[in-house]
């Protein structure tokens, strides 16, 4: 144990060292730079006047835009400007927009990173949307240049769960027997930017539904599900075999066509 | 020892600010000679991992196939056609991991563009059940390893008049196939918990399931815009068609049947014969219609004041159908028979959906600073539902064997009104140096009807019911409250803060007191209280700590109370169960970000996340159930624990310059939960996440020319899972290679 120790210190010591010593080296001998992610090389910002040639329609609503809060104070980029997420846009702007000249959150979110700091953390998680593996991104789910970012908030026209159904059509209805959760929203039951458990739940196990369905107990001991008829169900002994929703049992949380008690 | 541990790290520190400092001083004048953008260009690539353990575990966890792929990574075109006219080619062809894109687009300078194009991805899926750890129970799947194919093909042109007018109009017809995982597992008696031990259950839902999905969609959208005077007018017309059938095959009580005569006793029966098995599977159909137009104003009358106003009108006209059959494994005196029944055979039937919806926005600019907001969204909603089934039992006599069918033709049916008012209002002002504050409030008020017609028989029952009609009063109060603000105290320092409120109070009575005197109520309220905090510190330009603090707690009650009687003097109404805590929640994200670019040849990127997340519900304090009978004592705070979702993530990035021909690339991930118990496996299913992975990189980037560049990676997966009992764990190397080369 007090070999690894010592081969653990060591290593950070002067494999450090070394590295640092590398580092001094090119920098030295190499005169060129390599930028960290999502920067554009040799880019100069030019400030919004010069987006709104080609992208008038995102420069004149971004007033209304969640992001129009946030006064991002950077001198060289001025108050919430376009080149505070996308980069300085010099190059984007003399080439006329061509790809790869501007950072582009449609592409990468490592603009969106630099702010929510916690999403990549979300996102890294075994169960969440493939963002971090380019095949979903987060202009697909949030309009950030106009309105609330969280599209279906407040007044907007559309609703919150138009975000999801608009891919996961199955669960979108209309069902004879819907479930009143569809109405607080599907992140009431699922964490879109990641989640430890399987499907984004925010909860594996019965406490997902039993936030909201769990009723005054009536007798000791007893688990007082409950929500359509409010006679007293005792769920202990169904509970101890899994979830609301496991086989034979609540089959259909999004809504059902057949059964009132989401059974299928 | 520690004396001189401590010193080096002194010194290694005092080095490291030395050179923080030199560095610092050096960035700003070093040119920016990287690595160039192509205008036109391709790149291929390959990766090959080699996995021990678990492979369909590492295509999920990875969202790479297995055997590993190869193909165009990338490819774009641009080209000018004539001085107003350019061409853009977009394309991907990956094997392997089934990505794929075409894409050619048409633009002509102030006249518009034409555009067609396809893409498709593969999502990786693996089919694990429960692990139940008193046995170390794992029921996999054959094959464990599933995919869903997800693309879409789309046309489109826009067209821009010397008028002004813009008109777009768009094809999309995608389509999601394949199969996936589902969280609907089965039952098993294979846990080792004693039998016959009644009310403790010695069930357990652990056995796989999976979902064959075919959907696809189909839209048509077609917009317009038009600017008169001081006003905007967006017309947006749009049809969508859904066509889905989706299946879900499970099974319960795998490789179990029960013994022929039943015995007197089960407490010593082997659990293959303390159920019967059970193989089903459930389709899904439904092909629907929708069809939205909406129309959005925007009038700028002066500087300081705009109007929005949109309608919006919706219809849906849906159709469905259905299937269950079950294949039940029934003992009997002749052998075990498989009865076949099917509780919603030919399940069919049909809604329809008009939704009016309607907004409108005041933008108003007092002075140069201050924006405020007020708007109100108005929906109506009317939602009608009916449908049929036949129930198919089948009544096995266990003497000979013999299966009698008896089939049930129901019906049923659904009518639910909503209407809907918002009014939102939003404050921002950033006329203090470096301050930025808003605040925010929105309040929903929902009423709305339902009449549910549950399945019955109208042969037998030509008077629906008590037990089959319910008629709810609905009514939903929604309001969420934010006030935030944007400091930048200096140049080295800023903080953004924001504190929110949710607050929310369904309720749904039944109004129509029945004969047989039930009226219920339900009422289920929340709030959330939550504070965001930001701060950025850039001690020097080139590097900065960005700290983000998110906090949420929230309470839910519910109340559910039956009122019996009929309301008469003889007969009072008598409510029960009283309001209760349902729930309380707690999650706390701390998180951190370091950039740093000490020089224009090296970056680092660090970032860490740390959350504390837990669900509880009013139990563990159910106590203890009493003796009675046959039944023993025992302690149902065991069956509902509370959920921790608490995870550690972490990432780190670091890029230098090598040579004047090679970068290279340092990344490696880390993740952790520890959320897993198994103790709780006596009592209940014990679902927490516990897991730990890494992942490291290192990769180079070498300019082979001016016009070709090339890139290598290898790489160290390793993944632990506690929850699957170690079953889905995997590790290996992989090393990917890939070749970009300007057209």
């Given at each position: 144990?007090?070999?690894?120790?010592?081969?653990?210190?060591?290593?950070?010591?002067?494999?450090?060292?070394?590295?640092?010593?590398?580092?001094?080296?090119?920098?030295?001998?190499?005169?060129?730079?390599?930028?960290?992610?999502?920067?554009?090389?040799?880019?100069?910002?030019?400030?919004?006047?010069?987006?709104?040639?080609?992208?008038?329609?995102?420069?004149?609503?971004?007033?209304?835009?969640?992001?129009?809060?946030?006064?991002?104070?950077?001198?060289?980029?001025?108050?919430?400007?376009?080149?505070?997420?996308?980069?300085?846009?010099?190059?984007?702007?003399?080439?006329?927009?061509?790809?790869?000249?501007?950072?582009?959150?449609?592409?990468?979110?490592?603009?969106?990173?630099?702010?929510?700091?916690?999403?990549?953390?979300?996102?890294?998680?075994?169960?969440?949307?493939?963002?971090?593996?380019?095949?979903?991104t987060c202009v697909d789910c949030h309009d950030v240049?106009?309105?609330?970012?969280?599209?279906?908030?407040?007044?907007?026209?559309?609703?919150?769960?138009?975000?999801?159904?608009?891919?996961?059509?199955?669960?979108?209805?209309?069902?004879?027997?819907?479930?009143?959760?569809?109405?607080?929203?599907?992140?009431?039951?699922?964490?879109?930017?990641?989640?430890?458990?399987?499907?984004?739940?925010?909860?594996?196990?019965?406490?997902?539904?039993?936030?909201?369905?769990?009723?005054?107990?009536?007798?000791?001991?007893?688990?007082?599900?409950?929500?359509?008829?409010?006679?007293?169900?005792?769920?202990?002994?169904?509970?101890?075999?899994?979830?609301?929703?496991?086989?034979?049992?609540?089959?259909?949380?999004?809504?059902?066509?057949?059964?009132?008690?989401?059974?299928? | 020892?520690?004396?001189?541990?401590?010193?080096?790290?002194?010194?290694?520190?005092?080095?490291?600010?030395?050179?923080?400092?030199?560095?610092?001083?050096?960035?700003?004048?070093?040119?920016?000679?990287?690595?160039?953008?192509?205008?036109?260009?391709?790149?291929?690539?390959?990766?090959?991992?080699?996995?021990?353990?678990?492979?369909?575990?590492?295509?999920?966890?990875?969202?790479?196939?297995?055997?590993?792929?190869?193909?165009?990574?990338?490819?774009?075109?641009?080209?000018?056609?004539?001085?107003?006219?350019?061409?853009?080619?977009?394309?991907?062809?990956?094997?392997?991991?089934?990505?794929?894109?075409?894409?050619?687009?048409?633009?002509?300078?102030?006249?518009?563009?034409?555009?067609?194009?396809?893409?498709?991805?593969?999502?990786?899926?693996?089919?694990?059940?429960?692990?139940?750890?008193?046995?170390?129970?794992?029921?996999?799947?054959?094959?464990?390893?599933?995919?869903?194919?997800?693309?879409?093909?789309?046309?489109?042109?826009?067209?821009?008049?010397?008028?002004?007018?813009?008109?777009?109009?768009?094809?999309?017809?995608?389509?999601?196939?394949?199969?996936?995982?589902?969280?609907?597992?089965?039952?098993?008696?294979?846990?080792?918990?004693?039998?016959?031990?009644?009310?403790?259950?010695?069930?357990?839902?652990?056995?796989?399931?999976?979902?064959?999905?075919?959907?696809?969609?189909?839209?048509?959208?077609?917009?317009?815009?038009?600017?008169?005077?001081?006003?905007?007018?967006?017309?947006?017309?749009?049809?969508?068609?859904?066509?889905?059938?989706?299946?879900?095959?499970?099974?319960?009580?795998?490789?179990?049947?029960?013994?022929?005569?039943?015995?007197?006793?089960?407490?010593?029966?082997?659990?293959?014969?303390?159920?019967?098995?059970?193989?089903?599977?459930?389709?899904?159909?439904?092909?629907?219609?929708?069809?939205?137009?909406?129309?959005?104003?925007?009038?700028?009358?002066?500087?300081?004041?705009?109007?929005?106003?949109?309608?919006?009108?919706?219809?849906?006209?849906?159709?469905?159908?259905?299937?269950?059959?079950?294949?039940?494994?029934?003992?009997?005196?002749?052998?075990?028979?498989?009865?076949?029944?099917?509780?919603?055979?030919?399940?069919?039937?049909?809604?329809?959906?008009?939704?009016?919806?309607?907004?409108?926005?005041?933008?108003?600019?007092?002075?140069?600073?201050?924006?405020?907001?007020?708007?109100?969204?108005?929906?109506?909603?009317?939602?009608?539902?009916?449908?049929?089934?036949?129930?198919?039992?089948?009544?096995?006599?266990?003497a000979t064997g013999v299966i009698t069918m008896t089939?049930?033709?129901?019906?049923?049916?659904?009518?639910?009104?909503?209407?809907?008012?918002?009014?939102?209002?939003?404050?921002?002002y950033s006329g203090f140096k470096d301050l930025a504050?808003?605040?925010?409030?929105?309040?929903?008020?929902?009423?709305?009807?339902?009449?549910?017609?549950?399945?019955?028989?109208?042969?037998?029952?030509?008077?629906?019911?008590?037990?089959?009609?319910?008629?709810?009063?609905?009514?939903?109060?929604?309001?969420?409250?934010?006030?935030?603000?944007?400091?930048?105290?200096?140049?080295?320092?800023?903080?953004?803060?924001?504190?929110?409120?949710?607050?929310?109070?369904?309720?749904?009575?039944?109004?129509?007191?029945?004969?047989?005197?039930?009226?219920?109520?339900?009422?289920?309220?929340?709030?959330?209280?939550?504070?965001?905090?930001?701060?950025?510190?850039?001690?020097?330009?080139?590097?900065?700590?960005?700290?983000?603090?998110?906090?949420?707690?929230?309470?839910?009650?519910?109340?559910?109370?039956?009122?019996?009687?009929?309301?008469?003097?003889?007969?009072?109404?008598?409510?029960?169960?009283?309001?209760?805590?349902?729930?309380?929640?707690?999650?706390?994200?701390?998180?951190?970000?370091?950039?740093?670019?000490?020089?224009?040849?090296?970056?680092?990127?660090?970032?860490?996340?740390?959350?504390?997340?837990?669900?509880?519900?009013?139990?563990?304090?159910?106590?203890?159930?009493?003796?009675?009978?046959?039944?023993?004592?025992?302690?149902?705070?065991?069956?509902?624990?509370?959920?921790?979702?608490?995870?550690?993530?972490?990432?780190?990035?670091?890029?230098?310059?090598?040579?004047?021909?090679?970068?290279?690339?340092?990344?490696?991930?880390?993740?952790?939960?520890?959320?897993?118990?198994?103790?709780?496996?006596?009592?209940?299913?014990?679902?927490?996440?516990?897991?730990?992975?890494?992942?490291?990189?290192?990769?180079?980037?070498?300019?082979?020319?001016?016009?070709?560049?090339?890139?290598?990676?290898?790489?160290?997966?390793?993944?632990?899972?506690?929850?699957?009992?170690?079953?889905?764990?995997?590790?290996?190397?992989?090393?990917?290679?890939?070749?970009?080369?300007?057209?």
């Amino acid at each position: 144990m007090i070999t690894k120790k010592h081969w653990t210190r060591n290593t950070v010591i002067f494999g450090g060292i070394a590295l640092w010593g590398l580092l001094l080296i090119s920098c030295v001998t190499v005169n060129r730079a390599v930028l960290a992610p999502p920067n554009v090389a040799g880019a100069k910002f030019v400030g919004t006047k010069e987006c709104v040639e080609c992208h008038r329609d995102q420069v004149d609503h971004f007033a209304s835009s969640t992001h129009a809060k946030l006064a991002l104070a950077d001198a060289s980029v001025g108050d919430t400007g376009c080149e505070a997420c996308h980069g300085a846009g010099s190059i984007h702007v003399k080439s006329g927009g061509a790809k790869g000249t501007i950072v582009n959150p449609r592409t990468s979110p490592e603009a969106c990173f630099a702010c929510h700091l916690e999403k990549r953390g979300e996102f890294s998680l075994p169960n969440t949307h493939p963002v971090l593996a380019g095949k979903v991104t987060c202009v697909d789910c949030h309009d950030v240049h106009a309105g609330d970012a969280i599209k279906g908030n407040g007044a907007a026209m559309e609703s919150q769960n138009e975000t999801c159904t608009k891919c996961h059509s199955a669960q979108k209805g209309p069902f004879v027997y819907e479930h009143g959760a569809m109405k607080e929203g599907c992140v009431a039951c699922h964490s879109p930017h990641g989640s430890v458990n399987a499907k984004m739940l925010v909860a594996r196990d019965a406490n997902l539904c039993l936030r909201c369905h769990l009723e005054a107990p009536t007798a000791t001991g007893m688990i007082n599900a409950n929500a359509v008829r409010h006679t007293p169900e005792d769920h202990a002994t169904r509970l101890m075999q899994g979830t609301c929703w496991s086989a034979g049992c609540h089959e259909a949380p999004h809504g059902s066509n057949a059964n009132n008690h989401v059974r299928r | 020892m520690q004396a001189k541990y401590l010193t080096s790290l002194r010194d290694v520190s005092l080095i490291a600010s030395a050179f923080l400092v030199f560095t610092g001083a050096q960035a700003a004048a070093l040119p920016n000679d990287v690595f160039p953008t192509f205008e036109s260009y391709v790149k291929i690539s390959g990766q090959a991992p080699a996995i021990t353990g678990n492979e369909a575990a590492f295509q999920r966890r990875l969202q790479q196939p297995q055997n590993g792929g190869a193909g165009i990574e990338d490819l774009h075109v641009t080209k000018d056609i004539n001085k107003e006219v350019t061409l853009d080619i977009d394309g991907r062809a990956l094997f392997g991991a089934q990505d794929f894109l075409g894409k050619l687009r048409l633009s002509k300078t102030e006249v518009g563009s034409v555009e067609v194009g396809y893409k498709s991805f593969r999502t990786f899926y693996d089919t694990i059940g429960g692990f139940f750890p008193l046995n170390n129970q794992w029921n996999a799947m054959n094959p464990e390893a599933l995919h869903v194919d997800r693309g879409e093909f789309w046309a489109a042109a826009k067209w821009a008049l010397p008028s002004g007018a813009e008109f777009e109009i768009k094809y999309t017809n995608g389509f999601r196939k394949g199969q996936k995982d589902n969280t609907i597992w089965g039952d098993s008696d294979y846990t080792g918990l004693p039998n016959n031990n009644l009310p403790i259950s010695q069930v357990r839902k652990m056995i796989p399931s999976y979902r064959d999905l075919d959907e696809k969609l189909k839209t048509l959208e077609a917009s317009g815009k038009y600017t008169m005077g001081k006003t905007t007018l967006r017309l947006i017309v749009a049809d969508e068609r859904t066509d889905n059938t989706d299946t879900r095959y499970g099974t319960r009580f795998p490789g179990e049947v029960k013994l022929f005569p039943a015995p007197s006793a089960t407490a010593l029966l082997s659990p293959a014969n303390m159920n019967n098995q059970v193989k089903y599977y459930q389709t899904d159909g439904l092909t629907s219609k929708m069809f939205t137009a909406t129309a959005k104003t925007e009038t700028i009358f002066t500087e300081k004041f705009t109007m929005n106003v949109g309608l919006n009108y919706q219809t849906v006209d849906s159709d469905f159908t259905g299937d269950r059959p079950l294949w039940t494994s029934t003992p009997t005196a002749v052998g075990v028979v498989i009865a076949p029944s099917n509780n919603y055979l030919n399940l069919a039937g049909g809604s329809e959906v008009k939704v009016y919806t309607g907004n409108i926005s005041f933008d108003f600019k007092p002075v140069k600073d201050a924006l405020i907001q007020l708007a109100l969204r108005g929906e109506d909603k009317y939602t009608k539902s009916s449908g049929s089934l036949t129930a198919v039992t089948a009544a096995v006599n266990t003497a000979t064997g013999v299966i009698t069918m008896t089939n049930s033709n129901q019906i049923f049916s659904s009518r639910v009104k909503e209407d809907s008012l918002t009014p939102t209002l939003d404050l921002r002002y950033s006329g203090f140096k470096d301050l930025a504050l808003y605040a925010a409030a929105s309040v929903k008020n929902v009423n709305g009807d339902e009449r549910y017609v549950t399945p019955y028989n109208p042969i037998t029952s030509p008077v629906i019911a008590n037990g089959n009609l319910a008629y709810n009063s609905t009514s939903e109060d929604r309001s969420r409250f934010t006030v935030g603000a944007n400091w930048h105290t200096s140049s080295a320092i800023t903080l953004r803060g924001e504190v929110f409120h949710k607050e929310n109070t369904n309720n749904a009575v039944g109004y129509i007191a029945r004969s047989d005197g039930y009226v219920d109520n339900y009422d289920l309220g929340y709030k959330y209280n939550g504070a965001k905090v930001t701060v950025i510190v850039k001690p020097i330009s080139t590097l900065s700590f960005t700290t983000r603090y998110v906090v949420q707690k929230g309470k839910a009650t519910v109340t559910g109370i039956q009122v019996t009687g009929t309301g008469s003097v003889s007969s009072p109404y008598v409510a029960s169960n009283p309001e209760s805590d349902s729930m309380d929640m707690s999650n706390q994200m701390i998180s951190e970000t370091i950039d740093w670019s000490p020089t224009a040849q090296f970056y680092l990127q660090a970032n860490a996340n740390v959350v504390f997340n837990v669900i509880s519900t009013v139990y563990p304090r159910a106590g203890v159930v009493p003796a009675a009978g046959a039944n023993q004592s025992w302690d149902a705070n065991g069956v509902l624990q509370n959920s921790n979702n608490n995870y550690v993530t972490a990432s780190f990035l670091a890029g230098a310059v090598l040579t004047k021909a090679d970068d290279v690339q340092f990344q490696y991930t880390y993740y952790r939960a520890d959320n897993y118990n198994p103790q709780l496996a006596n009592l209940t299913m014990a679902y927490g996440a516990g897991a730990k992975e890494s992942v490291v990189t290192l990769a180079v980037k070498h300019k082979f020319s001016d016009r070709c560049f090339g890139r290598a990676k290898v790489g160290y997966f390793d993944s632990k899972n506690d929850t699957t009992g170690g079953n889905t764990n995997f590790r290996g190397p992989m090393a990917y290679v890939s070749m970009e080369y300007a057209l």
